[in-house]
């Protein structure tokens, strides 16, 4: 299984300041039609988790701006400018690219 | 708007089945992919396993043969079934439509397995 490893664990942001979030895969998550399988997503207290960005860069329709996602092959980052305070939550990376699916094994964002 | 709904037990004594049903409205379940994921108690996410928009099925082998994922169209409803549960399958499950990613989500519903 293709083993997703997230860092940090955990992450005390101030409100306005920038977080950065890696994600690193145990194999390359680009497909053989090209497209690399990578998604984040985050889960706020007491929702369900939410689509932030496919295709390793694509923000879902109505994500802001200041979520920026980048990487390729093994390694992806997820960067959020001007932390603000419904960005708190939980963060995952998640593959598509090889069966069977995984997830990381998640950030849990904290405002200071 | 696309909604999704899971319903069932919350509560499943072990070596049962768990049994959930996820009911689509604003879309159909003949189109993309449809899928099961759950969430343990802590921060651990799992896919289980998905239904294609031609009923075709792919699952998590960490849930080897315990699994299926079947579906209704004519109800616009899909379903999952764990057999032989135990303790290790607490979660909050959730179904989900897969575009390009999970777009849409159900709000989850919270399973024990517990005698």
């Known amino acids: 299984d293709v083993v997703l490893t997230q860092t940090p664990v955990s992450l005390s942001v101030t409100l306005g300041d920038q977080a950065s979030i890696s994600c690193r895969s145990s194999?390359?998550?680009?497909?053989?039609?090209?497209?690399?399988?990578l998604e984040w997503y985050l889960q706020k207290p007491g929702q369900s988790p939410q689509l932030l960005i496919y295709?390793?860069?694509n923000r879902f329709s109505g994500v802001p701006d200041r979520f920026i996602g980048s990487g390729s092959g093994t390694d992806f980052t997820l960067k959020i400018s001007r932390v603000e305070p419904e960005d708190l939550g939980v963060y995952y990376c998640?593959?598509?690219?090889?069966?069977?699916?995984?997830f990381g094994s998640g950030t849990k964002l904290e405002i200071k | 708007e696309v909604q999704l709904q899971e319903s069932g037990p919350g509560l499943v004594k072990p070596s049962q089945s768990l049994s959930l049903t996820c009911s689509v409205t604003?879309?159909?379940?003949?189109?993309?992919?449809w899928g099961w994921i759950r969430k343990f108690p802590g921060n651990k996410m799992e896919w289980m396993g998905y239904?294609?928009?031609?009923?075709?099925?792919s699952y998590n082998p960490s849930l080897k043969s315990r699994i299926s994922i079947t579906r209704d169209t004519s109800k616009n409803q899909f379903f999952l079934q764990l057999n032989s549960v135990t303790t290790e399958d607490t979660a909050t499950y959730y179904c989900?439509?897969?575009?390009?990613?999970?777009?849409?989500w159900g709000q989850g519903v919270m399973v024990t397995v517990s005698s």
């Open positions: 989900a439509r897969y575009l390009r990613g999970f777009d849409y």
């Open positions: 604003g879309y159909s379940i003949t189109s993309n992919y």
């Open positions: 239904i294609s928009y031609s009923g075709s099925t």
């Open positions: 194999q390359s998550l680009e497909y053989s039609d090209g497209y690399t399988y």
């Open positions: 295709g390793v860069s």
């Open positions: 998640f593959q598509a690219t090889h069966d069977p699916l995984t």
